[in-house]
């Protein structure tokens, strides 16, 4: 349903960006996926500005992945920005993170966030989860996909 | 008095003193004759009846004769001069000489008017006993140097005595002074040695009563030389005996109360004097003298010098008393001060103000204090017991007008219980050191009676008097307590503004410590704030190896299982249950940081919905592990944190599930009540129990006592965590054990008084 649309992933964390690849590609997860470690870089993804000028090399994704523990502009605040921008606040995020910190949840979603995924350390769990995310994510929730063109298209 | 005498059925008591009409004896003292002459013939219209023992001539043929035919022709037109004058007490004593018997006789005259009659008194004296104008000088002079140079009251005192024994020659001189209720304490004395001291006694105010006091007001001296003495009746021309009796106020021979004369006979005293003490016009004190070794006689000259030296004394009254008082303010300052400092430089202010020496008594004059802070009491020198200090301290927060200082001499007038405690605390200065908070200094002072001595006792015994009852006063000079049950010696002005400095200065640095607290609880608040970042931090960052550690290892073990030697395969097993160990206790870490940061939401809940709620999430492993769950009575309602009071009914329920191993497992919760009020709840269990020396230590934080697998495992913070709750509810967790046999887990939530120092009053 959902299979072409480009999946942002926001990782500083080689192994946990690593694990997640390996899990995709069991679980049969297609969509072009493309990884920012940093806040920033991911704001420029998005924005299709700095080393991501090019259109081709950055479109606009249909999800974005967001881990909340980046170095410089951390997860929270790309968050914030994200929501706050007219044309971007329309893609669903999804909180990735290690932290149960009830604050952190809890600002997670007053700021927009589609979701909140608890990393486990656990590599079943992990890998059930990844398998649920498909499911839901990619084969039943409608996604605002025309926007994302027009996005693309500016 | 004769004629007061006591009707039959009617209470004897001072009252009847206090009524007797001492200025109409009707009678003189019979050392001296008294004239009263009609101006201007100076005609003798009352004479006393002893004129003949004195004068050679008898009463009666003196009525009605001029006084010129007594004098000598030599004197008769000076004296006549003299008694005529306008200002006649100024030429007092007339030194008469009279004729009579056939002989002369030599007098000291003094003379008065009053209500329009001339008042002559004739006293005997010898011509060379007259005391030259320039002696009285003499003697003057050097009294009032002496007196003026006096440092302070009591210096005052003791120079006024030993001038007037000097002067007199009485046996013992005193100076005393009356308080608010006449009471009169002796501060000074001068006295021949084998005569009783009267130092530092009290003589109550029916001593001297009120028609006594106002002509002590009115005359600066009095004299009996002998109490054995019979009065000399006045008598007088018809005329004048229908004008009434012949007020004799100002005289000096007046006749005095034989109540009075018994009084000084059964002291001891066949002579006595006394001379006023006068402040701003109102009778202070007197100066009281007695001789012991027989009748005293005091020549006129004589007796003006001691005037004078009274009068003289008087003036000096106010600025040596402010002195008194000036010398107090000073010391209570420097008391003042050194309490302060001492305070200041005590972290606790309570230990600071009680610490020895027991400054904090001498600042206001009390024999005991009491230091009430935080729900701890301190107490200094003499003071109620534990159980009637708690008491009073409730009375005192629960008073409908609570002042900054309560101040009283008779506290069981306000708070009957006092009663009880008189002999401490009869009188009180409570001063309050804030005012949520109930912290008081409290400081008392003994019924009078216990510090008093009295010169004798002051209620004049009835005595039965064939069947008469009449008013004696006191037999016995002995040393008596007096009766004023339940009042304290006053605290004086100076002494209530000490403590209400005393006040002021705590409460100043109470507010300076609070202050201070403010700012070192906000630097807490930010550190925990950092604490929690940190753990948080700590915990994301930690676990993020962690999460590669595990992944990577269980694919290997997943993907290259094979390829690996059984020892290896075991090895990478190992690796991945020690990272999910090492999870599970940061994640404990994290939990317990959060236990103590989070704000609690308490209020009044139902412990029973928590319970059955805690039952339900329990339900399979209680079901798995076959244990019986009892609930006696249903819980009391508590004050306290829904959420979590669960997470401590989970907690206290899995450690009782857990560590059973009996056939038949139970566990009961229940609550009971506390002597003081409270309730204690208790999660029992017949498990396998804690050995005592564990008791302390299973509290701490990752502290496990069985092997990590025995038991279900664990990672040793559900009772630190459980600890923490209880505690941050105020709370207090206990428990009883015995290995082998079960062990009860106790708590209690204090949270349930809001205010737990103030006792019932505040709930």
């Given amino acids: 349903m ?153 | 008095m004769q004629t007061d005498g006591a009707r039959v059925g009617q209470v004897v008591d001072l009252t009847n003193c206090d009524k007797e009409p001492i200025h109409i004896p009707g009678g003189i003292q019979p050392h001296g004759v ?90 005997p004296t ?85 028609q006594a006091r106002e002509l002590y007001t009115l005359n600066w001296l009095r004299i ?127 230990v600071g103000l009680t610490q020895p020496p027991p400054e904090l008594l001498e600042l206001t004059g009390a024999t005991g204090a009491a230091v009430y802070f935080n729900g701890r009491t301190t107490i200094i020198g003499q003071a109620p017991d534990d159980e009637q200090l708690q008491g009073l301290i409730e009375w005192l927060a629960a008073k409908a007008d609570p002042q900054e200082l309560f101040c009283t001499v008779s506290l069981s007038h306000h708070y009957p219980e006092a009663a009880a405690f008189k002999d401490v605390a009869a009188g009180l200065i409570a001063a309050s050191m804030s005012r949520g908070r109930h912290n008081y200094v409290l400081w008392f002072r003994p019924e009078v009676v216990q510090t008093v001595a009295w010169g004798g006792n002051p209620n004049k015994p009835v005595d039965m008097d064939g069947d008469q009852p009449r008013l004696h006063p006191r037999k016995s000079f002995a040393l008596w307590k007096e009766t004023v049950r339940g009042k304290s010696l006053p605290w004086k002005d100076y002494e209530v503004e000490a403590a209400r400095e005393l006040r002021r200065n705590v409460i100043d640095i109470v507010l ?23 753990a948080y931090a700590a915990s994301h960052d930690l676990k993020e190896p962690l999460r590669g550690i595990h992944n990577y290892t269980s694919l290997v073990l997943r993907e290259q299982a094979d390829s690996l030697s059984p020892t290896n395969h075991k090895r990478m097993d190992t690796v991945v249950r020690l990272t999910q160990r090492m999870e599970s206790l940061i994640n404990s870490l994290l939990h317990y940081a959060q236990v103590g940061r989070t704000e609690l939401s308490v209020r009044e809940t139902d412990l029973n919905d928590v319970l059955s709620s805690v039952l339900e999430v329990l339900k399979p492993r209680i079901d798995e592990a076959q244990v019986e769950v009892r609930v006696p009575r249903p819980l009391p309602p508590a004050r306290c944190d829904r959420v979590r009071m669960a997470e401590v009914f989970t907690n206290l329920l899995t450690n009782a599930i857990k560590y059973n191993d009996k056939e038949k497992k139970w566990v009961e919760i229940g609550a009971m009540d506390t002597p003081d009020g409270g309730t204690t709840y208790y999660v029992r269990d017949n498990g396998i129990g804690i050995k005592p020396e564990y008791h302390d230590t299973i ?11 025995k038991y279900g495992g664990g990672t040793g913070t559900g009772l630190t965590i459980v600890k923490r709750l209880i505690e941050r509810h105020n709370g207090r967790l206990w428990l009883e054990s015995q290995p082998g046999a079960g062990t009860t887990f106790f708590f209690t939530l204090g949270s349930e008084k809001p205010e737990p120092v103030t006792g019932t009053g505040a709930k």
């Fill in chain 2, 224 to 350: 009996i030389p002998t109490t054995d003495y019979v009065p000399a009746r006045i008598l007088s021309l018809p005329e004048d005996a229908e004008q009434g009796p012949l007020d004799m106020s100002f005289c000096v021979l007046r006749s005095v109360s034989p109540i009075h004369l018994e009084y000084l006979r059964n002291m001891g005293a066949p002579a006595s004097m006394s001379i006023s003490l006068l402040k701003e016009g109102r009778l202070w004190g007197l100066i009281s003298c007695t001789h012991v070794s027989g009748p005293r006689y005091v020549p006129y000259e004589v007796r003006k010098a001691c005037e004078f030296v009274g009068e003289f004394m008087s003036s000096l009254l106010v600025t040596k008393e402010g002195h008194e008082h000036y010398d107090q303010r000073i010391r209570a300052q420097s008391i003042q001060v050194r309490l302060l400092e001492r305070m200041t430089r005590h972290p606790d202010v309570a």
């Fill in chain 2, 512 to 534: 300076q410590r609070s202050e201070e607290l403010l700012k070192l609880n906000m630097e807490l608040e930010r550190s925990n704030v950092e604490l929690d970042s940190f």
């Fill in chain 2, 34 to 123: 008294l004239l009263v002459l009609q101006e201007p013939a100076l005609t003798i219209r009352q004479v006393s009846e002893n004129a003949e023992a004195l004068l050679g001539v008898p009463a009666r043929s003196l009525l009605g004769m001029a006084l010129e035919n007594l004098l000598t022709e030599s004197q008769a037109a000076s004296i006549r001069e003299c008694l005529l004058a306008e200002r006649l007490e100024d030429n007092n004593p007339l030194k008469l000489i009279t004729r009579g018997g056939g002989r002369e006789h030599f007098f000291d005259g003094i003379a008065h008017r009053h209500q329009g009659r001339l008042i002559l008194e004739l006293e």
């Fill in chain 1, 2 to 154: 959902n299979r072409g649309l480009p999946i942002l992933v926001v990782e500083d964390n080689d192994e946990d960006f690593d694990m997640l690849q390996m899990t995709f590609q069991s679980v049969s997860i297609s969509n072009p996926l493309h990884r920012c470690t940093e806040g920033e870089e991911a704001l420029e993804f998005l924005h299709q500005t700095g080393r991501y000028a090019d259109p081709d090399q950055a479109p606009r994704p249909g999800l974005i992945l967001l881990d909340l523990n980046l170095a410089g502009l951390d997860g929270r605040q790309v968050l914030e920005h994200l929501k706050n921008d007219s044309h971007l606040k329309s893609i669903p995020v999804l909180v990735f993170s290690t932290s149960d910190n009830p604050k952190d949840v809890q600002s997670a979603y007053a700021h927009g966030a589609s979701g909140y995924l608890l990393k486990p350390v656990d590599l079943p769990r992990f890998e059930r989860m990844i398998q649920l995310f498909k499911d839901f994510w990619l084969d039943h929730i409608v996604l605002p996909e025309g926007e994302a063109r027009e996005g693309a298209r500016r």
């Fill in chain 2, 699 to 709: 509290f701490r934080i990752f502290k496990r006592l069985h092997g990590r697998d």
């Fill in chain 2, 126 to 210: 010898s011509e060379k006993e007259a005391l030259p104008f320039f002696g009285f000088y003499h003697q003057a002079r050097s009294s009032m140097s002496r007196l003026r140079d006096a440092k302070d009251l009591s210096a005052l005192c003791v120079e006024a005595v030993r001038e007037v024994r000097r002067l007199t020659g009485f046996d013992r001189v005193i100076a005393y002074r009356f308080d608010e209720e006449w009471n009169g304490a002796v501060l000074a004395e001068d006295r021949l040695e084998t005569a009783d001291s009267y130092l530092g006694l009290w003589f109550p105010a029916s001593d001297i009563p009120r």
